[in-house]
């Protein structure tokens, strides 16, 4: 079964600094990654995917993330972020089960805070 | 246009109450998904409809009862919950389910409480 890694559950920040969230999974044949964002009391909203071809994926708000196969990970940045950008990060993966179905396994998620 | 819509955004329910959570997509999907999320944890699968049939059941409590009408709807039928099933529930939708490339769109959640 995949699994993904959240090191960081909570990760503050200064207001137009530059910030890395960082994930990381296991390794399978084939790999498709993804980050979700979920501000407060409302729902994810995907930010970026990497299904194949270029390893470095430009998402909304600002943000990109690099997929690394060799260090199997898919850290996101963001050059200078906002406070608006205060929100849960989740990392996910999908996973092709035994029946066929694909379904998306998440990591635990990371916690921005951005302070003035 | 990538909206799941949900209803209500707020519901509250005593143990005993019978209520129903409403999920729509007119974006053409086929596979719809109902997930549970606790505070400060990722949400977790519950079940999963492709073409309107029932594909996965994460082995849920029956009094939690979903229910696939057409492919533009999902419901979630709630019966005798208990207090621990207070959660924000949030549903998805994809294209397809298989060969792992879709792309899970959320709805913003339906926040329940149950006294």
């Known amino acids: 079964a995949q699994s993904v890694t959240q090191l960081d559950s909570q990760v503050p920040v200064f207001e137009e600094a530059p910030v890395e969230l960082r994930c990381n999974y296991s390794?399978?044949?084939?790999?498709?990654l993804f980050w979700y964002v979920q501000y407060p009391n409302q729902g994810l909203q995907l930010l970026l995917k990497?299904?194949?071809?270029?390893?470095l994926v430009k998402g909304i708000n600002g943000f990109e993330a690099e997929f690394n196969k060799s260090q199997t990970s898919f850290h996101l940045r963001k050059p200078s972020v906002h406070i608006s950008d205060t929100a849960e990060y989740f990392c996910?993966?999908?996973?092709?089960?035994?029946?066929?179905?694909?379904?998306?396994?998440f990591g635990k998620g990371t916690m921005l805070l951005v302070s003035p | 246009d990538t909206e799941v819509t949900q209803t209500p955004k707020h519901l509250v329910m005593g143990m005993t109450n019978k209520k129903s959570l409403k999920c729509e997509q007119h974006?053409?999907?086929?596979?719809m998904y109902w997930y549970k999320q606790k505070a400060k944890k990722p949400p977790e699968l519950m079940f999963v409809?492709?073409?309107?049939?029932?594909?996965i059941n994460e082995s849920v409590p029956s009094r939690f009862s979903p229910e696939c009408p057409n492919s533009s709807l999902l419901n979630l039928h709630l019966h005798a919950l208990q207090p621990e099933d207070s959660a924000l529930y949030l549903c998805?939708?994809?294209?397809?389910?298989?060969?792992?490339?879709?792309?899970?769109?959320f709805g913003p959640g339906t926040r329940l409480t149950v006294l």
């Open positions: 998805a939708s994809s294209q397809e389910l298989a060969g792992g490339t879709d792309t899970q769109y």
């Open positions: 390794s399978s044949v084939s790999v498709y």
């Open positions: 990497y299904l194949s071809g270029s390893t």
């Open positions: 996910a993966v999908t996973e092709v089960g035994n029946s066929g179905y694909s379904t998306l396994t």
């Open positions: 974006m053409g999907h086929r596979a």
């Open positions: 409809y492709s073409y309107e049939k029932l594909s």
